[in-house]
């Protein structure tokens, strides 16, 4: 009988408030997985969220948790514009990766680090958790057996309120802004159910500050002819809630605008329905399945360096159709 094998060994590069829900606690539900080690620039807070969550160790700097011989992979939540330098660094010390979304601070930045994995063979992955959620690969399925006719639009929003202005998410510098945000979720949404990558028709901007938008709509148009919509704020006139609409020809699928992960209905020709997961596990524990079995066994993972590419060449084309420019990496 094989042994069973180690588990995945993982380190979180920041002790960010996201962390928890999509590392820490999906770990603890799954055998494949451990949480080892946290670094933060400030030592005592590395310790004080190690303690709280139960990680063996704590690293007041970055490098130190890259040195690691401990660590088999990171988890990388840190600001949009500080991704590209410590992904980069993680795959040069030999470690896979698990990006927070955006993948880079823009489309020329993520070219750079698709071709480093590509050449480390390490397992770079996205997080873009919906992904892996099976609503996600059910409505593909629905588009791809032509019960809606022939695709003619597809719609998506995410919108929210953040007021805490000082955030990361209001920041030039660190990469901030709503389509970078909330924005990019979206515009993968629209890639993945709109079946390619759209050209950006016209996009329009509303400010928090020069060059950072606290919302922006665009309109897009996909190769075969569709049309999408994106809307993304974290400061506007709209609630929060988080939608999307495919319309065929001959049918239309709609996302519930507060549940989108658990519910969707159906209109077409064989009637009107809806499909519920209620009793599927969050996103995250998924995502992290995913990550696990493409680190221990070689699996594929769905959001991959070459798909985020595509990703961020539409949010940068966006960014300058609305007048502004694409974010920048920090200077190292």
Known sequence: MSEKPEPLRIGIL??????????IKPARKNPEVIVTAVAARDGSRARQFADKHGIPRAY????????????????NPLPNALHGR?????????????????????????????????RSGLVVMEAFHYRYHPFAARVQQII???????????????????????????????????LMDLGSYVVDMLRTFGGSTPEVVSAQAKLRSPQVDR??????????????????????????HYTARVIGDRGELRL???????????????GR???????????????????AAAVLRGEPVKTTPAEAVENM??????YRAAGLSPREPVPV
């Not at 130190?64 to 992979?73: E, S, T």
């Not at 549940?259 to 209109?267: D, G, L, M």
């Open 60 to 75: 007041d700097s970055y490098e130190a948790l890259l040195n690691d011989p401990g660590v088999d992979a990171v988890y």
């Open 313 to 318: 060449t539409v949010i940068d084309e966006i």
């Open 86 to 118: 410590w992904t980069r660094e993680a795959l040069e010390a030999g470690k896979h990766v698990l990006c927070e979304k955006p993948f880079m601070a823009n489309s020329r930045e993520a070219r750079e680090i698709a071709d480093l994995a590509a």
């Open 14 to 23: 920041g002790a960010a408030r996201v962390a928890p829900a999509v590392v």
């Open 256 to 270: 519930h605008p507060v549940i989108p992960y658990q519910q969707f209905s159906v209109r077409s020709a064989d």
């Open 273 to 291: 329905r809806v499909e519920r997961f209620f009793k599927a596990r969050t996103t995250y524990e998924y995502q992290l399945e995913a990550f």
């Open 215 to 240: 919302a922006m709509t665009a309109e897009l148009r996909f190769p075969e002819g569709h049309t999408g919509h994106l809307r993304c704020s974290l400061w506007s006139s709209d609630p929060p």
């Open 144 to 178: 791809a057996s032509g019960e809606l006719g022939t695709l003619q639009r597809v719609e998506a929003a995410d919108c929210f309120w953040m007021p805490k202005f000082s955030a990361n998410a209001y920041n030039y510098e660190l990469g901030g802004g709503a």
